[in-house]
Structures are given as C-alpha cells and as structure tokens.
C-alpha cells in the first residue's frame, strides 16, 4: 500500500473515531472527551490553544509568528464586527469592557430624560440583537477558510478567540497534517466549528467560487510565496470579504530577483531603501490585477512588514466601474541608482475635468535620461500599488480594541507599538527616504531623525515615520527639497571635499547650492505620538539565528529541543514511487 493511501486511511478513520465520540455524548461536541496523548506527542501552546504536537515533527510550526496569529485575530475579530453587525448580530470578547456613555449635564432634567430614553432605546436594541461569542457557532456568523494550515493552531485559535463564526475549515494537502488538525479540533472542543480537510489549497477555492459557497474570510500563511494562490482566492471570497495573505520570500520581493519577481507578482522589485514598503506595494499590486480579470478589485485594510515577511488584509468587491480605475491605481518607480531619489509614474490617467469618467494613458516620464541631482541613470521597478495600504479608520479601531483589553493577545503591547505607528504614517505619500541612506550618499554626518523631521515641517512639508523602517522619512517634499535640506545640513557639518570624485553623486550634489535655508530647530510636531508614549514599535531580534528556517529534509540534529517542524525523510521506496 503507498504511504498516501495510508495517511488518508488514517485521516478517515481519525474522522470516524472524532464521530463516534460525537455521538456518545448526545452529540454534544463540547462534551466530546479530549484525545488521549500518544507516545511521543507534546503539548504546545498559544493564546486560548493547546496544540498536540508529534515527536517527529511531522508538521511545520513556527513559534515567531505569535504576532502574525495575535494580529490576524484582531483584525477578523473588527472585521467580524463590523460586518456582522449589518446582519443585527452583536459580537462579544471575553475582557472586553462596555463602553458606556454617561449624561454630563446634572441641572437639565429635560436633557437627562432625553439621554435616558436614548439609552433605553439602544439597550433594547442590543437586547434584541443575536448575541456572538468565543466558541460558539454563530448562524449569521462567517465562514472561514485557512488553506495552509499545518498542525491547525490558527484555525483553532479562530474558534477559541473570534466570535460570530459559523465555520473553519481548516486545509492541507498533508494527509498526516490534516489528521493533525482533526485530533488537535477535538482536543480543544472546537469540532463543532472547526473541520478538517485534505486538498490542494487551490482547488478547494475554485470550488467555492459559486456565490452562495465563498468564503467570508481567507487566511493564506505559505511557506514561501502565496503567488501561485492568489487567482482561487480572489474567486473564492465573498462579496467584502477578506484576505489575509503572508509573503515570506522577501528575498524576491525586496529585489534581489526582479525578474523572478516578475513571474510571480507581474512586477518587477529593485533593491532601494524603501524594499519592504515596495514589497506591500507589489503583492497589492497583483491581488487588484489578478481580481480585476473578474470584474473584482482591492481595498486595502492594513498591510504590515514585520520581521521577515509581509501581511496584506484586503476586502474584495466586485464593480466594473471600479476596476476601471485600475490603472490609475497602479505606478511605475524611477529609483537613481546613484543618490537614491524617486519619483512615481502612475500607469492611467483620468481627467477631473470631465463630467463623465474618461480614461486615458498617463504622461511622462516623470524622470530625464539622467538624475536632475547626480547625474546617474535610474531603475525602472514596478508597477506597484500607488493608493494607501492601509484603511485609517479600520485601523483605529482595531489598535482600540487591542489596547482596551491587553491581556486577550501575548503580543498586544507591540500589536499597539506598530498599529500605533501606522495610524501616524501619511497614506497618501508612497514610499520613504532613510537619513543614513541620504547621509551615506554625501558622506556626512547623519542628522537626528527630530531634527531632519523639524526642518521639512519648517520648510511647508508634510512628513511621518513608517512602520517598516525606524530610520524613515516618509514626506511629500519633492527631492530637490530634501537635497537642499541635505546641503544645508553638510554645511553645518562640512565634508572633506577634496577627498570627492568629480564623478561621484556627493560631488555633484554638493556643487549646487541650497535654494532653501534650512531650519534644524526641534518642533514638537516633529516628535511622534508613538515616540513619547514609548510604545514598542520597532521589534528587536529574541534571539540569535531566529528568523524563518530552511524547509528542513532529513533528521533534525535539535533533537527534543527543536522547536520547529520537518519533513520526515524520503524512503527508497517513495523514491521509487
């Protein structure tokens, strides 16, 4: 018998145990008794889960990604919320506080009876709401799908942590790792909302392209790059839903392999300061392309880079009127290979003139054949997403939420630090400039992030840090006005000019002098919010050696103490095979 043909023998008969059990206890499935450990198997946990784990790492885990899961319950918790709450369903959390609002005006009666009326009015709308909790199926709840689960610790902790659901299912194409997922749902008494299944990812998808069979939510964490994914998924999603996609080959996608970049994304990455903002920017960029083929496009809810990889949550409509502003969304990167300035070329055009939309062509380039400031040629990259990443709105009230109740996440102190920082980000400005990088250019001494900040807020700009770099200046100051700030900084802290190259980028832009006098002066709108609360925004490496592992084959040498799982070894016999 081949070794798949056991596997889906022993996820049958799991099923069939699971049933049993089921049954006995008068199909209460929160009365199923928990599996017993087999020999070998640990115990992990995480958030409101407990995880069984076999001995020979069977099944891939990476303990990092807690701020991943943390972040990904947050955001499907608000999601659930708002959506839910058009279907009359209230969504309760466990530690939650109620926000109560109290009358403060004690000598108007005539007010205090007015606001007494509208409290009772709203308790009684509440009173009259479906009530969703943790663990409990929810009949107007959401439908949940995560293609790539692995052991199930995501899916279970949906069950365990997210009200109004209706049900997860929970996919691997593992036979061993979807038994996994079936014993690991009856372990923590989420059967009942939680079902295993073993497809390939894609397939399950396309077969719930149907609009009555979508999903509400869809989770997709690969090991590596979602791309070959993403078609299925932006089928497979109901009207509004959500996608949350993970891109872990930021190798590719911060340009080390444009073209490789290419093939997967229909966009090509170039290696800037600015590579993990571009990388969002690319994977948005082929979500709206791939959806826009079915008349569907994007809107992003809030796209993070953290530690070695990316985060995109984004809803997906349907209109073609919409997807017609597709182009116009999209933008191609002029990056000077010599100081690093950039400019963006939007891919349409449409006229603000017209009663009537009318699209057309953008013009440009944007760019001459040479770099206006150092006279090196530039890279082309893109196209990439040019409009916001992030919706402000959702993002308030999922930092909100997070900071309302910190004991429901082990991460929410920086879930907090870094929502905290998106909120301050300008939405409307692509990108962003490094100091070091800008310094390294001209040789110079690096000027204090409050200071750099000061002088673009003095000369009229508008400027913020980014989450995915603590060294940014995201601002909407054209280049020739950061130079100019540059040059003005050089002069207070002068380089050795004699030592410059006449053909070097730092000779050419310091030949010029500044158009603007700078002013260093610390404003304290310079400073940001996040900043002064000390909040954690830019997280720092655990431990050494503690980014995403190689796909492990063969014994692992950690033995016990290994925390991360393998792919057991291939027989002769699967050779063979």
Same mark, same amino acid.
């Given at each position: 018998?081949?070794?798949?043909?056991?596997?889906?023998?022993?996820?049958?008969?799991?099923?069939?145990?699971?049933?049993?059990?089921?049954?006995?206890?008068?199909?209460?499935?929160?009365?199923?008794?928990?599996?017993?450990?087999?020999?070998?198997?640990?115990?992990?946990?995480?958030?409101?889960?407990?995880?069984?784990?076999?001995?020979?790492?069977?099944?891939?885990?990476?303990?990092?990604?807690?701020?991943?899961?943390?972040?990904?319950?947050?955001?499907?918790?608000?999601?659930?919320?708002?959506?839910?709450?058009?279907?009359?369903?209230?969504?309760?959390?466990?530690?939650?506080?109620?926000?109560?609002?109290?009358?403060?005006?004690?000598?108007?009666?005539?007010?205090?009876?007015?606001?007494?009326?509208?409290?009772?009015?709203?308790?009684?709308?509440?009173?009259?709401?479906?009530?969703?909790?943790?663990?409990?199926?929810?009949?107007?709840?959401?439908?949940?799908?995560?293609?790539?689960?692995?052991?199930?610790?995501?899916?279970?902790?949906?069950?365990?942590?997210?009200?109004?659901?209706?049900?997860?299912?929970?996919?691997?194409?593992?036979?061993?790792?979807?038994?996994?997922?079936?014993?690991?749902?009856?372990?923590?008494?989420?059967?009942?909302? @939680?079902?295993?299944?073993?497809?390939?990812?894609?397939?399950?998808?396309?077969?719930?392209?149907?609009?009555?069979?979508?999903?509400?939510?869809?989770?997709?964490?690969?090991?590596?790059?979602?791309?070959?994914?993403?078609?299925?998924?932006?089928?497979?999603?109901?009207?509004?839903?959500?996608?949350?996609?993970?891109?872990?080959?930021?190798?590719?996608?911060?340009?080390?392999?444009?073209?490789?970049?290419?093939?997967?994304?229909?966009?090509?990455?170039?290696?800037?300061?600015?590579?993990?903002?571009?990388?969002?920017?690319?994977?948005?960029?082929?979500?709206?392309?791939?959806?826009?083929?079915?008349?569907?496009?994007?809107?992003?809810?809030?796209?993070?880079?953290?530690?070695?990889?990316?985060?995109?949550?984004?809803?997906?409509?349907?209109?073609?009127?919409?997807?017609?502003?597709?182009?116009?969304?999209?933008?191609?990167?002029?990056?000077?290979?010599?100081?690093?300035?950039?400019?963006?070329?939007?891919?349409?055009?449409?006229?603000?003139?017209?009663?009537?939309? #009318?699209?057309?062509?953008?013009?440009?380039?944007?760019?001459?054949?040479?770099?206006?400031?150092?006279?090196?040629?530039?890279?082309?990259?893109?196209?990439?997403?040019?409009?916001?990443?992030?919706?402000?709105?959702?993002?308030?009230?999922?930092?909100?939420?997070?900071?309302?109740?910190?004991?429901?996440?082990?991460?929410?102190?920086?879930?907090?630090?870094?929502?905290?920082?998106?909120?301050?980000?300008?939405?409307?400005?692509?990108?962003?400039?490094?100091?070091?990088?800008?310094?390294?250019?001209?040789?110079?001494?690096?000027?204090?992030?409050?200071?750099?900040?000061?002088?673009?807020?003095?000369?009229?700009?508008?400027?913020?840090?980014?989450?995915?770099?603590?060294?940014?200046?995201?601002?909407?100051?054209?280049?020739?006005?950061?130079?100019?700030?540059?040059?003005?900084?050089?002069?207070?802290?002068?380089?050795?000019?004699? #030592?410059?190259?006449?053909?070097?980028?730092?000779?050419?832009?310091?030949?010029?002098?500044?158009?603007?006098?700078?002013?260093?002066?610390?404003?304290?709108?310079?400073?940001?919010?996040?900043?002064?609360?000390? @909040?954690?925004?830019?997280?720092?490496?655990?431990?050494?050696?503690?980014?995403?592992?190689?796909?492990?084959?063969?014994?692992?040498?950690?033995?016990?103490?290994?925390?991360?799982?393998?792919?057991?070894?291939?027989?002769?016999?699967?050779?063979?095979?």
């Amino acid at each position: 018998m081949k070794s798949d043909q056991k596997d889906s023998l022993g996820l049958n008969l799991l099923m069939q145990n699971a049933t049993q059990a089921h049954l006995l206890t008068n199909g209460d499935p929160k009365e199923t008794p928990p599996p017993e450990l087999l020999p070998g198997e640990t115990v992990v946990k995480e958030g409101k889960a407990a995880i069984l784990f076999p001995n020979a790492n069977e099944v891939f885990y990476n303990p990092v990604q807690e701020f991943n899961r943390d972040l990904t319950c947050a955001v499907i918790t608000e999601f659930a919320r708002d959506l839910l709450a058009e279907r009359g369903v209230k969504v309760v959390v466990p530690g939650e506080k109620e926000k109560v609002l109290v009358s403060l005006t004690e000598e108007d009666p005539e007010v205090d009876a007015e606001a007494d009326l509208t409290t009772e009015k709203k308790n009684g709308d509440e009173e009259s709401a479906v009530v969703a909790t943790v663990g409990e199926k929810c009949e107007l709840g959401l439908r949940v799908l995560e293609g790539l689960a692995a052991s199930g610790l995501r899916s279970v902790r949906f069950a365990l942590e997210v009200p109004g659901l209706l049900s997860i299912t929970a996919n691997d194409f593992s036979a061993k790792a979807a038994a996994l997922i079936a014993r690991n749902a009856q372990y923590n008494g989420v059967s009942h909302l @939680l079902q295993a299944s073993c497809k390939d990812a894609s397939m399950l998808m396309y077969e719930k392209r149907g609009k009555k069979e979508r999903y509400d939510v869809i989770d997709l964490d690969p090991y590596g790059s979602p791309s070959h994914f993403l078609d299925a998924a932006v089928q497979a999603v109901s009207e509004g839903g959500l996608l949350c996609i993970t891109c872990t080959d930021m190798a590719v996608m911060a340009g080390n392999s444009g073209e490789t970049c290419y093939s997967k994304y229909g966009s090509v990455s170039i290696k800037a300061k600015y590579c993990h903002e571009m990388a969002l920017r690319i994977i948005l960029h082929s979500l709206d392309q791939r959806a826009g083929v079915y008349q569907r496009y994007i809107q992003p809810l809030l796209s993070v880079s953290v530690d070695f990889y990316i985060r995109v949550f984004v809803r997906v409509f349907t209109g073609q009127a919409t997807v017609k502003n597709s182009a116009s969304k999209q933008a191609l990167v002029y990056n000077c290979v010599g100081c690093g300035s950039f400019h963006l070329q939007r891919m349409g055009g449409i006229p603000s003139h017209f009663v009537h939309m #009318k699209y057309s062509a953008a013009s440009g380039p944007p760019v001459g054949t040479e770099c206006e400031h150092c006279g090196q040629r530039h890279q082309l990259g893109g196209p990439l997403w040019a409009e916001p990443i992030h919706d402000s709105q959702f993002v308030h009230k999922v930092l909100s939420a997070v900071a309302g109740n910190p004991s429901r996440f082990g991460t929410a102190k920086r879930i907090e630090g870094m929502l905290s920082v998106v909120t301050e980000e300008l939405d409307d400005v692509p990108l962003y400039y490094t100091v070091d990088s800008l310094s390294s250019t001209i040789h110079c001494n690096t000027p204090p992030l409050l200071k750099f900040r000061s002088a673009l807020l003095h000369a009229g700009h508008r400027v913020s840090i980014s989450h995915a770099c603590k060294n940014a200046i995201k601002t909407d100051a054209p280049s020739a006005a950061i130079w100019d700030i540059m040059r003005c900084w050089e002069k207070m802290n002068p380089v050795k000019r004699e #030592k410059l190259s006449v053909t070097s980028p730092a000779f050419k832009i310091l030949s010029t002098e500044p158009s603007l006098e700078a002013c260093f002066t610390a404003r304290e709108d310079a400073n940001p919010q996040s900043r002064k609360r000390h @909040l954690t925004r830019f997280q720092e490496n655990p431990h050494a050696f503690w980014g995403p592992k190689a796909r492990a084959k063969g014994t692992c040498t950690q033995g016990d103490v290994c925390c991360y799982s393998h792919d057991p070894p291939i027989t002769e016999e699967e050779k063979a095979e």
